[in-house]
């Protein structure tokens, strides 16, 4: 049976981030999700709050939307409303790829039906999934346009892990890799990338390919980078970790959304298996090295340093991310590659300063819960879009 | 021959020797306890009344009285502990908690005090006991906690309530001896000023204590390792300073405690995990506990003694069922957390020992009253406590390796993050 693409109007996005539900005393991971998750139940917020596959970790979904601003503005008001019910249970919430210091044998999986099959199967590896990531999805108009979208984009993978880069430590120790959490989701069977398939009939029949061998059963069974979502009808990039902040998780999306229209308007008709033979070499020194990765570029047989090839991007689509209205979240992006000031160096300064770990994930939730201030409450926000009107 | 070099009979026994029996017996108690899934520290009790017989049949009685060192120091690190996991900033966030906490020392203090009155019990010693009555023993129930690795809000409030019934209890019974120095007609000065000084002191004392280990913890790398070692001889510093100076050593380790824990935010010491290290104490402590626990206490207590459970349970279950779920806890919640801060043990003890130390003449029948009451709760208690943290699905499921190996059964793989 073909999976149905469902098509939803292009270039609207939205993004899933994955957090940390801490202790507040030596900041370690806690079983605190059960209670935030009933306790959050009783005021809704305006993104949805999830359940994730250990007790330690919630799931925030944004509703969807087409520009920056008020994407951030959703995050700010959900995240403020997790702070202040997580506050009430003495527990705290931080951003961040993956905690620096727990150990994976000390998680609980949540015990949904769902998740528990996940844990019978994959063992210590449900567990060691532990980690925190972002997704972002981009609304597409048909099957064949997620597919080309899908190949397009892994070019631009290595931009999204150095720019999202926030797990450097694990397991207590400084990994030297600007982020550690991507190998928790290479040991998948799964993992990887999509097939070079060329539309979205294609990919249907290697779907019924692999369903016929009782390998997969829906598109959640692909543990890929990038990947479609038919379900949605959305391109989802799932390369990245969560930032420490909320702000940086919608400029990271409003990049993929502006990305995303430039190579909808400029259609690229280069072959697309040379990319996948670069992949996994660009994608590990974009992990290894953040802004300073060497990228090997199969079109022109050379190597470009990540922050040029960042910088170079931004600057071609700087005008559609004017008409979008992302204008500032793709100049914070350049301004953050232009000092390399990734959340990952922001981290390691912080360990430099403290020499401790614990000192580390408390400033990191700090962090999550300050930058940027609590949004104002609903009534005088819309006082102010109201002068604003007039 | 000059046989000189072979020691003298009758042998003497030495506290490094009734140490490491007391350590070893308790493990081996513990460990028949989980056996019969049992909580470890009612097979660390037991084996304290085990113990007590044989130690009086072998004439060492004496020396299990002096072996309170281990006992103060093992509740030092078990108060200090304690003291660090109190969050005052949480109390202000979530007003319901410090509201069920006082409403569950005040109801388990009222119901003792009204019914070992209508006993007819003296208003003054029903005072004391009902005091005593509510505090739950810190040691039961971090030690459970720590057994069965449970993590959530009830394991946590369970652990915040410890700490404000102990300092609550300890603060009234310190309330009541000025009334005690009344009563012995003594002048008023004196019944001022001691506990003044006791409240005063011992709260000084902690906080100079948490000062110094900020300043030294600035001083050295921060290693855990090192503040551990730090942390530690504090801790014993402060419970020798204690009784040196005549302080209440619950009053200055809870303080040393809650101050140490964020030092104005400075975060100079690391909050390091005694766990491991402190349970020898902690062992040794339960053991020994056992052991001081004359059994016939029972006669003499006789129904009282149960009056006095029997009321105190109900005070700690009402004040928690109350007023728990107004801040969103759910009903089996707040069962459980009402279970949870039943166990009653060194801690009840130790006030008890604080006042009878100050008039030995002061009620044989409230001592007995306690004691019983304290035998039954050491019993009953980790296993309400135990049954708690699980009835609210806190505590880590008991692995089974075998299941474990063997794969799903049914259809292809299933997603994990969506």
Same mark, same amino acid.
């Given at each position: ?15 899933e981030l994955e957090l940390m539900v801490l ?6 991971l806690t079983r605190g999700a059960p209670?935030l998750l009933?306790?959050l ?6 993104s949805e709050v999830k359940p994730e596959i250990t007790e330690s970790m919630i799931e925030v979904n ?20 997790i ?10 919430v931080a951003g961040g790829g993956s905690h620096?210091?727990h150990?994976w044998?000390?998680r609980r999986i949540f015990p949904t039906e769902r998740f528990l099959k996940v844990s019978?199967?994959y063992?210590?590896l449900a567990k060691q999934f532990t980690v925190f990531g972002q997704h ?12 080309? &979208? ?12 150095? &720019? ?17 959490r &991507?190998?928790a989701v ?34 959640k069974?692909?543990y ?14 799932r390369?990245?970790d969560t ?148 | ?22 350590? /070893? ?115 039961? /129930? ?272 299933e997603p994990t993050k969506s």
């Open positions: 049976m073909p999976l149905e693409f469902k098509t939803s109007e292009a270039l609207t996005f939205g993004v202790n507040t005393r030596d900041f370690n209670d009933s306790r139940a009783k005021s809704p917020l305006p944004s509703t969807v939307h087409t520009g920056f601003a008020p994407l951030r503005d959703e995050l700010v008001r959900t995240r403020d409303g702070v202040d019910a997580a506050g009430k249970l003495n527990l705290a620096p210091f150990q044998s000390e019978a199967l063992g210590y972002i999805h981009i609304g597409v108009e048909s099957g064949d346009d997620a597919i080309y &979208l899908t190949h397009q984009m892994a070019r631009y993978i290595p931009h999204f892990i150095a &720019l999202s880069a926030s797990s450097p430590f694990c397991q207590g120790e400084d990994t030297s890799f600007e982020t550690s &991507l190998h290479s040991a998948f069977p799964l993992a990887g990338h999509l097939p070079e398939v060329g539309s979205w009939d294609e990919f249907n029949r290697y779907f019924d390919e692999m369903a016929g061998y009782g390998i997969v059963a829906s598109m069974d692909f890929w980078d990038i990947r479609p979502k038919p379900e949605y009808g959305t391109m989802e990039i390369i990245g930032p420490l902040t909320v702000t940086a998780a919608a400029e990271l999306a409003a990049y993929a959304q502006t990305l995303a229209a430039d190579l909808l308007r400029h259609r690229r008709l280069d072959p697309i298996a040379p990319r996948y033979l670069v992949y996994g070499y660009n994608r590990f020194q974009a992990c290894r090295f953040g802004f300073e990765a060497m990228l090997a570029d199969p079109g022109a047989h050379t190597h470009i340093r990540l922050r040029e090839d960042l910088m170079a991007t931004l600057y071609r689509i700087q005008r559609i991310g004017d008409e979008l209205g992302a204008a500032d979240a793709l100049r914070a992006i350049g301004d953050r590659a232009d000092r390399e000031a990734n959340d990952s160096r922001w981290l390691r300064e912080r360990f430099q300063e403290t020499r401790n770990l614990s000192d580390v994930v408390r400033l990191q939730a700090e962090r999550w819960r300050d930058d940027p201030g609590r949004a104002p409450p609903k009534a005088e926000a819309e006082a102010a879009k109201l002068r604003a009107a007039k | 021959m000059d046989l000189r070099f072979l020691p003298g009979l009758p042998l003497s026994l030495s506290y490094p020797l009734l140490f490491g029996v007391l350590l /070893v017996a308790g493990m081996l108690g513990g460990e028949v306890a989980r056996q019969l899934r049992l909580p470890r520290i009612v097979g660390y009790v037991i084996v304290g009344f085990a113990i007590a017989p044989a130690a009086s049949a072998m004439n060492i009685g004496s020396l299990l009285d002096e072996a309170r060192i281990f006992v103060d120091i093992g509740l030092g690190l078990v108060l200090f502990d304690l003291g660090r996991r109190m969050d005052l900033a949480w109390l202000k966030r979530d007003w319901t908690l410090a509201a069920s906490g006082v409403a569950e020392s005040l109801l388990a203090f009222g119901l003792v005090f009204a019914a070992l009155s209508w006993l007819g019990v003296a208003p003054l010693m029903a005072g004391i006991a009902a005091a005593i009555a509510m505090a739950t023993s810190p040691a039961v /129930v971090l030690l459970i906690a720590q057994d069965t690795r449970a993590e959530g809000q009830v394991t946590e409030r369970a652990l915040t309530l410890v700490a404000l019934n102990s300092l609550l209890a300890s603060v009234v019974v310190t309330m009541l001896t000025a009334s005690v120095h009344y009563e012995a007609r003594l002048d008023l000065d004196t019944a001022v000023l001691h506990p003044l000084y006791l409240f005063a002191g011992s709260l000084a004392l902690g906080g100079a204590m948490a000062r110094l280990a900020s300043l030294l913890g600035r001083q050295v790398e921060r290693n855990p390792e090192l503040h551990f070692t730090l942390v530690a001889g504090l801790v014993l510093a402060a419970v020798g300073l204690a009784q040196m100076g005549k302080l209440s050593v619950i009053l200055a380790l809870l303080a040393f405690g809650m101050f140490a824990r964020d030092d104005r935010n400075r975060h100079h010491l690391v909050n390091v995990d005694l766990g491991p290290a402190s349970r020898l104490f902690y062992i040794v402590l339960f053991v020994i506990t056992g052991a001081s626990l004359p059994l016939s206490s029972f006669e003499a207590a006789g129904w009282t003694a149960f009056a006095f459970i029997g009321a105190r349970a109900a005070g700690k279950f009402l004040g928690v069922v109350a007023i728990a779920p107004i801040g969103g806890m759910k009903w089996r919640q707040a069962i459980a957390l009402g279970a949870a801060l039943l166990p009653m043990s060194s801690l009840a003890l130790l006030l008890l020992h604080d006042v009878a130390r100050l008039y030995p003449e002061f009620g044989q029948q409230l001592t007995a009253v306690v004691i019983a009451g304290v035998i039954v709760m050491e019993l009953v208690g980790p296993v309400a406590t135990q049954w708690g943290f699980r009835f609210a699905g806190e505590s880590a499921p008991a692995p089974d390796a075998l299941a474990a190996t063997r794969p799903p059964a049914g259809k292809p793989a």
